[in-house]
């Protein structure tokens, strides 16, 4: 194939999303379809996307046993390092195919009035309360944020609850770019009254054993100063930096996404081979 072509293909499916136009035109390059991109660009990867999520078993062998004996984790790193990843795509998708653990998470920017309880009791709604339709589990999640913001309820509360619903599973509850809480808050006594309820509702284990009910936040690390101005969170908060990958670890990171490509024709295992050098290459920079 001629190397414009291969070109095209390669800058094309690097991005994270390839034009009507553009995709028609590559596919008539190569002579076959082209495939969904695997390459987020520089979305993170989520819950949906482990499958295509490589090259970390490090960071998240560590996060796997720091859940395992502590209450409290702290991702802590540079912006874009792959915390939300690690943490959505990496972690929480091993510990639930282990059959013995149910995740959620939230991220307080996700909301129009960046209001903290409303986040959380959006991501535990769907573990405490059974909705008939969407409309039901608005009204559901308005009001828990409510009993939680006034102490109505406690997350202890529901977090006994949702263990009684399911014997012998764990919790981990995931607080994505946790510095969103000092960037987006701006009434401080507000933000110290979410993180008081949030932290009561973690409790230490008892002395030898593990806990049941497990929080891990991931957080920039430009922003770990002012977290800390908040004594408990302080007093609370781990550090567990995200390890980097090996070299060998970056190429799984690169290529395995790709794997189940499997072009068939030469054409496009020339295009296949061009892409992942061309992945390598800027991924290295």
Known sequence: MPMPAMSK????????????????????????????????????????????????????????????????????????????????????????????????HFRIGTELESNPFLALARALVPLYVASASDTERLRNTKLFAASIQSGELTLRDVFSDCRSRNKGTRILLIADQFEEVVTLVDDEAFLHRFIDVLLAGFPRPAPGGGPDICLILTLRADFYGRALHDRPLADALPMQAPSRPWRSARMDTWSRPAAPMAPSSSGTRRAHRHLLSCSAVIRSR
């Open 9 to 104: 293909l390669a800058s094309s499916i690097t991005r994270s999303t390839i034009a009507p136009s553009s995709s028609r035109r590559i596919a008539d390059a190569v002579g076959e379809p082209i495939v969904p991109c695997p390459y987020p660009g520089l979305a993170y990867f989520g819950p949906g996307d482990a499958d295509l999520f490589f090259g970390r078993d490090a960071a998240v062998n560590r996060l796997t046993e720091a859940v395992s004996r502590q209450r409290l984790t702290a991702l802590v790193g540079a912006s874009g390092s792959g915390k939300s990843s690690v943490v959505l795509a990496g972690l929480a998708p091993r510990l639930h195919g282990t059959g013995g653990w149910r995740f959620s």
